[in-house]
Nanobody, 123 residues
Framework: QVQLVESGGGLVQTGGSLRLSCAAS????????MGWFRQAPGKKREFVAA????????RYAVSLKGRFTISRDSAKNTVYLQMNSLKPEDTAVYYC????????????????WGQGTQVTVSS
C-alpha cells in the first residue's frame, strides 16, 4: 500500500517560515500527482498545492501562491512544502496526499492520505 508520512510542523510566529516534508513509500509514484491540503478547526479541508512526479508541474491555491512553494526530491520519494510569511490564518493540520486523477485541487481525486502534521502560527 502507499504510505505517506508528514513531518516538519510546529509552532512559529507570524512572518516566520516552516518546511513540511512528506515521505512516500510502498509503490511507484511516477504517474501520481502529489498534493498538500490543510484543515483548520471548524473549516472544511482546502487545497494548498500540488506537483506531478513525472514532470514537476505545479498548481497552487490562488490565495497562497507566492508564499508557499511545493517541490519534490524523486530520489528520496519526498515532497516538500516551503511556507513563508506565515499568518495566523495558516494555522491548520496539513495533509499530504497522492492522486492518479486529473483534477489536482479536488480532494476527492486523491486515493492516499498521510496522517497530517500540525502547523500553528502565533500572533
Amino acid at each position: 500500500q502507499v504510505q505517506l508520512v508528514e513531518s516538519g510542523g510546529g509552532l512559529v510566529q507570524t512572518g516566520g517560515s516552516l518546511r513540511l516534508s512528506c515521505a512516500a513509500s510502498g509503490r511507484t509514484f511516477s504517474s501520481y500527482v502529489m498534493g498538500w491540503f490543510r484543515q483548520a478547526p471548524g473549516k472544511k479541508r482546502e487545497f494548498v498545492a500540488a506537483i506531478t512526479w513525472r514532470g514537476g508541474s505545479t498548481r497552487y491555491a490562488v490565495s497562497l501562491k507566492g508564499r508557499f512553494t511545493i517541490s519534490r526530491d524523486s530520489a528520496k520519494n519526498t515532497v516538500y512544502l516551503q511556507m513563508n510569511s506565515l499568518k495566523p490564518e495558516d494555522t491548520a493540520v496539513y495533509y499530504c496526499a497522492a492522486s492518479r486523477g486529473t483534477a489536482p485541487s479536488r480532494d476527492y481525486e486523491y486515493e492516499y492520505w498521510g496522517q497530517g502534521t500540525q502547523v500553528t502560527v502565533s500572533s
